[in-house]
């Protein structure tokens, strides 16, 4: 089945490095399960209320990073250059027709999707890492330049 990033996805994609833009493009349409991208550039705002998180507001802890002392991959200058660039996304299944978070299937697609977008990237010549591939924190929605 062929796919293609909608309107959201789009959106998120603004601000993101374009390396990594060119992959996730070119991922969704042989993917073997449809995604939508969740996150792309965060502010500092953003990452504050992320970090807060099951920490002074309710929720599950999302991230080890601030956003302040500790910059997030998500973030303009975490890789040292004020280009108005982050160098991640985040991004979920689209199955059964909406988003997919918490299904009990979720961590399964993502691992279809990730093994398809390494593969994509390698195949294009742009180092990616995967979330999904590190213990702590564990982050399969997570997607960044390597």
């Given at each position: 089945?062929?796919?293609?990033?909608?309107q959201r996805s789009l959106a998120n994609l603004q601000g993101v490095h374009p390396d990594l833009v060119k992959v996730?493009?070119?991922?969704?349409?042989?993917?073997?399960v449809d995604f939508?991208?969740?996150?792309?550039?965060?502010?500092?705002?953003?990452q504050q209320e992320l970090f807060a998180q099951g920490r002074t507001t309710p929720g599950v802890k999302v991230?080890?990073?601030?956003?302040v002392k500790n910059l997030s991959n998500h973030q303009d200058e975490a890789d040292g250059?004020?280009?108005?660039?982050g160098q991640a996304v985040d991004l979920y299944p689209f199955f059964e027709g909406k988003v997919q978070v918490n299904h009990k299937d979720t961590i399964a697609r993502l691992k279809d999707i990730a093994a398809h977008i390494?593969?994509?990237a390698k195949d294009m010549g742009i180092k990616i890492v995967w979330?999904?591939?590190?213990?702590?924190?564990?982050?399969?929605?997570?997607?960044q330049l390597g």
């Amino acid at each position: 089945m062929k796919y293609q990033l909608g309107q959201r996805s789009l959106a998120n994609l603004q601000g993101v490095h374009p390396d990594l833009v060119k992959v996730m493009k070119a991922a969704i349409v042989n993917s073997p399960v449809d995604f939508t991208i969740t996150e792309g550039l965060r502010t500092t705002k953003r990452q504050q209320e992320l970090f807060a998180q099951g920490r002074t507001t309710p929720g599950v802890k999302v991230t080890n990073v601030n956003g302040v002392k500790n910059l997030s991959n998500h973030q303009d200058e975490a890789d040292g250059r004020k280009d108005g660039l982050g160098q991640a996304v985040d991004l979920y299944p689209f199955f059964e027709g909406k988003v997919q978070v918490n299904h009990k299937d979720t961590i399964a697609r993502l691992k279809d999707i990730a093994a398809h977008i390494k593969k994509t990237a390698k195949d294009m010549g742009i180092k990616i890492v995967w979330g999904g591939d590190w213990k702590s924190p564990y982050d399969p929605p997570h997607f960044q330049l390597g």
